[in-house]
């Protein structure tokens, strides 16, 4: 099985007449309306949601950024010593579930591959390089895929962040957005190329998925801080759009109040956030939560001698139940029904989903393997 993650790919991308492979892929097999992300709708929540069945107030992934009180650290996606560190990350991803059970993986760049998740690490891994070009990663992927049976894994994930990249500096509607989505479009065609020639048209499960969607940002919607609280009343995890916010000493009350009076801007105290955001109970949520309306983002304004960040393109991070927020689901292969599109589900349903295509016992997870029943082309459990 071969799990694809197309960073940023709104699910309605796939309705451009940009994607012919992607298109055959849905045809041919099983495409969603939409692949729900959990919040917030980032890129490492949701990844490890995908892989552990989790939502992130229990797997402890509960933003790119955020505060582990427990540990006295804080986790940033670009911090190497953090990504490595098994402390922050709970749950069982899907390939030390099938490691444990004498199966072969390789997480290739996934987020949380790079750590030794309850003391096991995949049998191929490897540090996330972002230079590293994408036609490579499809070559390395295949390369895992033509090794002999009693070396290849039964599990590989394959990453490309180039439409989040396009989506953030263009937004979601640019043609260069589109030109992002047609060239990874070609990239999914190069790999089934490959793994037709090593396998066979089919012989593969080929899952393909992403993240979250995009939403289209403007300068002109831009909620500014100084407008509304002083700097020394908070300390910032995150910024925009979803504002994590940890007050200075005896000034929750003061925030909260500041915060409020911001149009555009709705605000939280950690124990009054929604319930189906799941996120409450986890020490590593801010006291405080601020989330932007869709389209708006949340900023600082610049102090003399600092240069004015300029605003993005496009966004996310914004309420999960947004269609912009919406993300790819399309399977293809044999364990898969042929031309169905079934609703919206969760992504907390895929780990499971995972688990029986490899054959494996789940880990317990917040997902259902019954919710997915309908795409499979055999019934739930059978070899594939």
Avoid: C
Avoid at 178 to 184: E, G, P
């Amino acid at each position: 099985m071969v799990l694809v993650s197309l960073d940023g790919f709104r699910s309605d991308y796939l309705d451009r007449g940009l994607t012919p492979t992607l298109a055959r892929l849905a045809a041919e097999g099983v495409r969603a309306g939409a692949l729900v992300p959990v919040f917030p709708t980032k890129t490492f929540p949701n990844h490890y949601t995908i892989v552990t069945g989790l939502y992130p107030g229990r797997h402890g992934i509960v933003g790119n950024e955020f505060t582990a009180p427990e540990l006295g650290s804080r986790f940033a996606l670009h911090d190497r010593a953090a990504v490595r560190d098994p402390r922050f990350w709970g749950g069982e991803p899907i390939w030390v579930t099938a490691e444990r059970q004498g199966l072969r993986t390789a997480p290739f760049f996934w987020p949380g591959s790079e750590a030794p998740i309850g003391g096991l690490r995949p049998t191929w891994w490897a540090p996330y390089a972002h230079e590293l070009p994408d036609t490579a990663r499809v070559r390395q992927v295949l390369d895992w895929l033509a090794l002999p049976p009693d070396r290849r894994p039964a599990f590989v994930t394959l990453y490309f962040s180039l439409v989040d990249h396009a989506g953030h500096e263009f937004g979601p509607t640019a043609a260069e957005t589109d030109s992002a989505i047609a060239r990874a479009d070609a990239l999914l065609a190069r790999l089934l190329q490959g793994q037709t020639r090593l396998a066979g048209d089919g012989a593969i499960n080929l899952v393909i998925v992403s993240d979250h969607g995009m939403a289209a940002t403007d300068p002109g919607r831009v909620v500014w801080l100084d407008d509304h609280v002083r700097r020394d009343w908070l300390e910032a995890d995150a910024l925009s759009p979803v504002l994590t916010a940890w007050p200075a000493p005896g000034k929750e009350d003061s925030v909260v109040r500041g915060l409020g009076t911001a149009a555009h801007l709705r605000v939280y105290r950690r124990s009054e956030l929604p319930a189906r955001y799941h996120l409450k109970e986890s020490p590593r949520i801010a006291p405080v939560i601020a989330v932007a309306d869709e389209g708006w983002s949340i900023a600082w304004r610049a102090r003399p001698g600092e240069q004015a960040r300029e605003r993005p393109g496009g966004e996310h991070g914004y309420d999960n139940r947004l269609a912009s927020m919406g993300a790819l689901f399309v399977a293809h292969g044999p364990a898969f029904r042929r031309g169905v599109v079934v609703p919206p589900f969760q992504n907390v349903h895929l780990y499971p989903l995972l688990a029986d295509l490899l054959g494996v016992d789940p880990a317990p997870s917040d997902g259902s393997a019954d919710s997915l029943r309908a795409i499979l082309a055999l019934p739930a459990g059978s070899p594939h």
